[in-house]
């Protein structure tokens, strides 16, 4: 007799692989997959080259000592751009464009007032001497010297009236500003004026 206690072959449980699916988070189609996904080792940055930043002072004297060294590349290049004509570094009285072509009117011209400092040295000395003539000479000389420095004032004044009102003939400065200016600059040096000359000597401005 059959076994009641028989399975059918149909109950008998058979082994099934589960295949075990890694849920995809939904991407849209633009996503791009990352270097990290796949594979692709990051590269190393290299060194862009930028100023490294100084050190943290740890005491007084350090940070005295760098303040001072700010202090002076700060002041060597307001030196250098004043000399450059660098409006940024320009005191008031050398800035703007009608203050500029004053300048020029002045460098481009000899004047006596740069030989006037000069002449009022020889006059003082000459002054000392004891002996009628060499102080005779030196009035002459002095007189001279001044008539030169009072004539050249007036021609300078009335150049720059005339470039000034032709250049900038809506210009909000005073003349006489202006032109006192351009003959301060003709009684200086040629080397030690500030701004610098930009014009040699004879060009037309």
Not at 76 to 82: K, L, P, Q, T, V
Request: no cysteine.
């Amino acid at each position: 007799m059959p076994s009641l206690f028989r399975r059918k072959q149909d109950d008998t449980p058979t082994t099934e692989v589960v295949e075990e699916v890694t849920p995809e988070t939904t991407r849209p189609k633009s996503y791009t997959p990352s270097k990290k996904e796949l594979g692709v080792a990051t590269p190393k940055r290299t060194s862009t080259g930028r100023r490294v930043a100084e050190p943290t002072p740890t005491n007084r004297k350090e940070q005295l000592k760098q303040m001072r060294e700010r202090q002076r590349e700060e002041r060597a290049e307001a030196s250098a751009g004043m000399k450059a004509g660098d409006e940024r570094y320009l005191l008031a009285r050398d800035r703007g464009p009608e203050r500029s072509l004053v300048r020029d009117i002045v460098d481009a011209r000899r004047t006596v007032g740069t030989w006037f400092f000069g002449g009022a040295l020889i006059v003082l000395i000459g002054s000392t001497v004891q002996i009628a003539a060499v102080q005779l000479a030196s009035n002459v000389l002095w007189l001279l010297l001044a008539l030169g420095v009072i004539v050249d004032s007036i021609l300078i004044s009335r150049k720059v009236k005339k470039l000034v009102n032709e250049r900038f003939p809506k210009h909000t400065q005073r003349m006489g500003s202006l032109q006192l200016y351009g003959v301060m600059r003709g009684l200086t040096f040629r080397r030690m004026r500030v701004p610098k000359p930009k014009v040699d000597l004879g060009q037309s401005v």
